[in-house]
């Protein structure tokens, strides 16, 4: 069985490691596990994840209070705190374009090594990167991201692992989930192996190596 207590799961994640989180704004990342992240005072965290959530919204929580070196993200602008720490070269950030971003963390979860991408040759972004020439085309090669723990969020677990979002939350939950060397799956509902509807689950267990109760969302959303 893989369910277990928060500070179990608590005990893979410290200081200095690549923590890769679901969530797009903060919708679908993982609130209990990052309040706990925070609480334990956890820092020199490399980030990997779509954005950097708000101040004190999703992983923006661990941004502004400064627990992140580096952010690997598709965009930061939902976070001033992100920005001003970015000015301050305080954190390092590393962007992406949204689809090359999530194509990275597809490619580093079922073992590829990178991808090809065409955007950017003649520019900055192309600069120092390797660059390859398929049927006639010239490609950037984009290195897989992995890290070295995996967070999401899911509406249901089963004790196996097998995972099932909800809606808009699933975003981009199952390429995190399969891209951490070790994955915490936090769960809105855990059941017995067995219970999920197998033509909901979008996770397999083979993916996840613990699973945690939520004790849902504790922040207030800003179109509220």
């Not at 965290?45 to 923006?60: H, T």
């Not at 720490?85 to 073992?111: C, H, N, W």
């Not at 199952?174 to 909901?200: C, Q, S």
Request: charged residues 20%.
């Amino acid at each position: 069985m893989k369910v277990c207590s928060i500070e179990e799961a608590l005990s893979h994640i410290h200081d200095g490691i690549t923590l890769m989180y679901g969530g797009f704004g903060g919708i679908g990342s993982p609130p209990t596990l990052i309040d706990a992240i925070l609480e334990k005072g956890v820092k020199d965290l490399v980030l990997i994840g779509n954005d950097a959530g708000f101040p004190d919204i999703g992983i923006g929580r661990l941004v502004s209070n400064g627990r992140a070196r580096k952010l690997i993200v598709s965009h930061i602008g939902s976070n001033p705190s992100a920005g001003q720490q970015m000015s301050d070269r305080k954190i390092e950030v590393e962007f992406y374009p949204q689809g090359t971003l999530a194509e990275k963390i597809r490619a580093g979860g079922v073992g590829l090594g990178g991808i090809l991408v065409d955007i950017g040759i003649d520019s900055m972004v192309g600069e120092g990167k390797e660059q390859v020439w398929v049927d006639g085309k010239q490609y950037l090669i984009e290195p897989a991201l992995t890290a070295d723990v995996s967070i999401v969020l899911v509406k249901q677990a089963d004790t196996f692992g097998n995972l099932v979002y909800n809606k808009s939350a699933r975003n981009t939950n199952p390429l995190v989930a399969m891209a951490g060397n070790f994955t915490i799956a936090e769960a809105e509902e855990i059941v017995d192996l067995g219970e999920l509807d197998p033509d909901m689950i979008i996770t397999p267990g083979v993916f996840v190596d613990k699973v945690v109760p939520s004790e849902g969302v504790n922040w207030k959303w800003v179109w509220e």
